[in-house]
């Protein structure tokens, strides 16, 4: 990993370097960064509590979708900064977490993943609150009203007061969840384990930015669009480690820790990572609201509906899984013939 991982640093940044080869070497290592975090999670998580874990993982897992985003917007690339906002969103709560309740079926006797309820339905309201605001202003765009001139200062707004209820939310979240079990054996230590998530975090920041620029070549090379790249290739990869953290995590059993990082990266995308970005973005060359496409607005709307009634219960099957994927390659198929 540490091999793979130095070439593609190399690759990233010597000019001339072949971008195919590039390109495998940092997927190789975004694999590898995976693994690491997916691997100090579990251990983490046995001392620490699914809840504390959860929001750790997805706190330095949402780190390359901070830096993509901010990069583009400074590039002056607002649409693939909303679609990678947008992608990482959906990309998690249908793609990501279909997959991982698959994964927690399979392992499960009767193939039915079990969980708490609670983490599920408060990822739903806040994905909705976002969503709310994002639905009000494309209504406005489209009625072309008094309103629909005041984007800007309606998503600042918006953005200070879904930050105060995301941080509510958290201090609530984390104060009435239970800690792991201090007796039970890990391999290594909660120290050692905290610091391979830190690592692993940061080094998936660099490592997604060098895959992504690896892959630009050949998305101009395939005219893909730059709705398509934002939703859906730099959205995957900017998650990988949540796709791998997560999945493994349900496969080998551990349902409540898989559905906490999952659930926890969808929530602090939605009501923490975007609103912040919305902020920051006013020091940036572009500026991001939460003016968005209707397609957009429509599709986030549909995704929080449709996790809270998948998971709204505490309980997932196969065909649920595969559901949410077959929503998350509608909307990828849409994105295709977007400008």
Do not use: C
């Amino acid at each position: 990993m540490a091999l793979a991982t130095a070439l593609a640093g190399i690759g990233r940044y010597v000019s001339g370097f072949p971008t195919i080869v590039a390109f495998v070497l940092a997927t190789v290592a975004l694999a590898g960064m995976a693994w690491l975090v997916s691997f100090a999670t579990e251990h983490a998580g046995r001392r620490l509590g699914a809840a504390a874990t959860g929001v750790m993982q997805a706190t330095l897992g949402n780190l390359p979708e901070f830096f993509v985003v901010l990069f583009a917007l400074n590039a002056g690339q607002l649409i693939v900064a909303e679609t990678a906002i947008i992608g990482s969103i959906v990309v998690n709560a249908l793609l990501v977490l279909g997959l991982v309740i698959i994964a927690g079926a399979r392992k499960a006797r009767d193939g039915v993943m079990r969980f708490s309820p609670s983490l599920p339905n408060d990822t739903a309201t806040l994905l909705l609150i976002s969503t709310f605001i994002i639905v009000l202003i494309a209504l406005t765009h489209t009625a072309g009203d008094a309103a629909s001139h005041h984007a800007k200062t309606i998503s600042i707004v918006g953005a200070v007061v879904i930050l105060l209820v995301y941080g509510w939310w958290l201090t609530q979240y984390l104060r009435g969840a239970g800690a792991g079990d201090p007796h039970e054996p890990t391999r290594i230590g909660t120290a050692p384990a905290i610091g391979l998530l830190i690592a692993g975090g940061v080094g998936s920041a660099f490592v997604s930015d060098w895959f992504v620029h690896a892959l630009t070549p050949t998305i101009h090379m395939l005219h893909i669009t730059r709705a398509f790249a934002g939703l859906v290739i730099i959205a995957i990869a900017g998650n990988a480690v949540e796709h791998a953290v997560g999945i493994v995590l349900a496969a080998r059993g551990r349902s409540e820790l898989a559905i906490s990082v999952v659930k926890n990266s969808v929530a602090q995308i939605a009501a923490f990572l975007y609103p912040l970005m919305v902020l920051v973005s006013l020091l940036t060359a572009t500026t991001l609201t939460f003016s968005l496409s209707p397609v957009y607005a429509g599709a986030l709307f549909g995704t929080a509906v449709i996790i809270w009634q998948v998971t709204g219960d505490g309980e997932a099957t196969g065909f649920e899984g595969a559901a949410l994927i077959a929503a998350y390659i509608i909307l990828a198929t849409v994105a295709a013939f977007e400008t």
